[in-house]
C-alpha cells in the first residue's frame, strides 16, 4: 500500500472517530417555560403566557407565572377573526387562576375551528359568589351567564396564549 493511500486512510479514519466522538446536536432543542392549567371542553390543558396588550395584565402574568410576559400593545388591535376566548374569574371558589379563583376556561381548543393562541379576556364575575362553582368549558360558561349567575365583561385586553398540552396533544 502506499503511503499516500495509507495517510488518506488514516485521515479517513481519524474523522469518523471524531464525528462519532463529538456531542450530538439535538433537533428541537428544548427550553423550560412556566406554564398554567386551565380547560378546554371539560377537559385539562396546559399553556403559557407569552405576551399581552395591556401593562398591568403583563405584569400580572409575569409576576404570577415568575416569568416575563412582554408587553406588546398592538395586540388589542388584532381582528376579531384572530381571536378566541380565555374566561378568568375575579371571584368565587380560591383557585391557581391569575386573579386567585377557579382556573381558566379556554374555547376552540387545538384541532377545533377557531382556534387562535390569541386570546380575548374575558372576565367572570359571580352574582353569588358563594354559590360558584368550577366551570370546566365555554358552554358551562355562557350558560351559567345566560342563567345570571355570571356577568362577563371584556375589558379589550389580548393576550397570546398557546396551548402547550391539551387532549389529544402536546408540543
Known amino acids: 500500500m502506499s503511503t499516500k493511500r495509507f495517510t488518506g486512510m488514516l485521515v479517513l479514519l481519524a474523522v469518523v472517530v ?28 396546559y399553556f403559557m403566557h407569552t405576551e399581552a396588550s395591556d401593562p398591568d395584565v403583563a405584569a400580572l402574568l409575569t409576576d404570577m407565572m ?3 410576559v412582554l408587553l406588546v400593545p ?25 386573579l386567585g379563583f377557579a382556573p381558566d376556561v379556554f374555547d376552540n381548543p387545538p384541532g377545533s375551528e377557531g382556534y387562535s393562541p390569541l386570546r380575548r379576556l374575558n372576565l367572570v364575575t359571580w352574582a353569588a359568589p358563594s354559590a360558584s362553582r368550577e366551570l370546566k ?9 345566560a342563567a345570571g349567575e355570571v356577568t362577563i365583561e ?3 385586553v389580548v393576550i397570546n396564549m398557546p396551548f402547550v398540552v391539551w387532549d389529544g396533544g402536546k408540543r
Open 66 to 68: 415568575d416569568s416575563p
Open 74 to 98: 398592538s395586540l388589542a388591535d388584532a381582528p376579531d377573526s384572530m381571536l378566541a376566548n380565555v374566561y378568568v374569574f375575579t371571584n368565587g371558589i380560591e383557585g391557581m387562576g391569575p
Open 154 to 156: 371584556q375589558p379589550g
Open 137 to 145: 368549558s365555554a358552554t358551562e360558561v355562557l350558560a351559567a351567564e
Open 18 to 45: 471524531l464525528t462519532a466522538c463529538a456531542p450530538k446536536q439535538e433537533m428541537g432543542m428544548k427550553a423550560e417555560m412556566p406554564v398554567g392549567r386551565a380547560y378546554a371542553e371539560g377537559r385539562e390543558i
